[in-house]
């Protein structure tokens, strides 16, 4: 085969450093520390427009160090699931800034992963427009080909996510959700700022002071009929209803509600345990979101009444 003859250095350059040119870095895990335990953790670069490529640092922390938002989702299934990409950089742990060059590589490399489109969409919904943020997500966080990582880490998963900050459970939409699913879980969150208008209206909010009071309101408003329910929240639960009644929202309120409570998130087995020891939970669906104590109050409201 006759050798390719370039006319001129620079035309060498640049057909050398055109796209496509050169394999890209294949990007490597570097292993975590047991003991202290480490985790890994994605801070988000920000962006002005939802729609613009998703791009984020990877970098080690000691869990006890550690400050961060946890980040719950359903992985979706990869053999249907739409992919998204993100750019990461792998920041280098202290120890790699003394190692001989030839030996630690590029600081500047940038990798290309793919992701599913349900943690494309959360990363998207969390980053700010000015602003880092840093993320646990156990897809790109946990180096899920190597199973010993992925057992410890995930023997770890209880004082991860009781360790953030906050944790944001991230309902969808998934990417194959109609317009109708979408516009009806939407409709959901828009439902519960009135929950929260008539709790207020009615003296309530004062009963909701500590958890275990509001506990028991979600029990008693899922479960009215019940001997053992206080009477003050089983008359709060007919009292509620027949509010939203006479404002005429009654039945799209069950009906919102039915959608969102038939969404994969909660189908899956790992949900109490990434949000039962959280600090801070936030339910967030597209542009909405909610503080946990309401949104399951008002998910409890209408449980009753729905059919499955």
């Not at 057909?15 to 335990?37: C, E, H, I, K, Q």
């Not at 010993?148 to 995930?154: F, L």
């Amino acid at each position: 085969m006759p050798t390719k003859v370039y006319p001129s250095i620079l035309e060498a350059r640049d057909v050398l450093l055109s796209p496509g040119a050169n394999m890209a870095p294949t990007f490597t895990y570097r292993p975590l520390n047991r003991d202290p335990p480490e985790i890994r953790l994605l801070e988000l670069n920000p962006a002005a427009e939802r729609a613009l490529p998703l791009e984020c640092t990877l970098r080690h922390s000691a869990l006890s160090l550690a400050r961060y938002s946890c980040l719950s989702y359903v992985w979706g299934n990869p053999k249907k699931d739409e992919k998204s990409t993100i750019g990461i950089a792998y920041k280098k742990t202290f120890g790699e800034h003394f190692k001989p060059k030839r030996r630690r590589g590029s600081e500047s490399n940038k990798y290309h992963m793919q992701i599913g489109s349900s943690l494309a969409a959360a990363l998207r919904h969390l980053r700010h427009e000015r602003n880092r943020v840093t993320v646990w997500a156990d897809a790109l966080c946990i180096n899920q080909e190597d199973s010993e990582e992925r057992n410890w880490q995930v023997e770890l998963m209880m004082r991860i996510y009781s360790n953030a900050t906050s944790v944001h459970a991230w309902l969808g939409p998934r990417y194959d959700d109609s317009p109708d699913v979408v516009n009806s879980a939407t409709a959901a969150f828009d439902l519960i700022p009135i929950v929260a208008d008539l709790l207020r209206r009615s003296d309530c909010m004062q009963q909701l002071a500590d958890e275990t009071s509001w506990s028991k309101a979600c029990f008693a408003l899922a479960e009215p009929r019940r001997r053992d329910v206080q009477p003050f929240w089983a008359a709060m639960s007919k009292k509620l209803r027949d509010a939203m009644a006479s404002m005429g929202l009654w039945d799209s309120y069950l009906s919102a509600f039915k959608t969102l409570s038939q969404v994969e998130y909660f189908q899956r087995m790992w949900v109490l345990q990434e949000i039962g020891r959280a600090r801070v939970l936030t339910f967030r669906y597209a542009e909405r979101e909610a503080a946990y104590k309401l949104f399951f109050l008002s998910l409890c409201l209408a449980r009753p009444f729905l059919t499955s």
